[in-house]
């Protein structure tokens, strides 16, 4: 692969199993510097994020389940239903990457889970081919580990990666996370080897 991708094990979609965290909510934009941000995923996006995950289909299904198959527009826009109702119930928080100069372009997605206990959030993210070695990721999750933990009851934020996938796993090294321990998992996706690395950082 030409481009090595930036992906945490992590899904497009809210974790229905998932329940309400923290009162409190992140901001909805978050400049990243350099001309990025991330903004709160709407149901507008979808057509955006539709075409960005269709145009990186074969750099997303090594690492991603829900890749496997390409979605549909409308699939898209029941995921961003979706993803409205759990921010607004607090229990996940999804974010697109864009550029400030292209506001309705789509070149990432982001995440703050709440699928992995109480007080913890579990960033997820992948970023376009074409804009991969930028520092977007690292920047982005930098953002979200900062909002992550101003939030009340938020102590701890996590990132998960394949110990496979080099560039993933560089973010949270990049960012001062640490390495808490390695699962033996089944693999969900082509490329995992199912030895899951779990970063955190916070309390």
Known sequence: MAHTPFMSHSTDA?????????????????PLGDGAHLRRRRLADAAGLNAAVLANLDHLRPWMPWAQQAPTLPESEQLSVRGEAAWDE??????LLGLDAEPALVIGGFGLHGRIGPGALEIGYWVH???????????????????????????RAEIHCDE????????????????????QEAPTAPAETGRKMIWLTGA
């Open 164 to 183: 496979s996938n080099a560039a993933s796993a560089a973010v949270p090294r990049k960012l001062g996370y640490t390495l808490d321990r390695i699962d």
């Open 14 to 30: 809210p974790d229905n199993a998932a329940r309400p965290l923290t009162a409190g909510r992140p901001p909805e934009l978050l």
């Open 129 to 155: 081919r074409e804009h991969t070695g930028r520092g977007l990721a690292t920047a982005a999750a930098r953002a979200l580990t900062s909002a992550a933990l101003a939030l009340p009851g938020i102590t």
């Open 90 to 95: 607090g229990s996940d928080f999804l974010y």
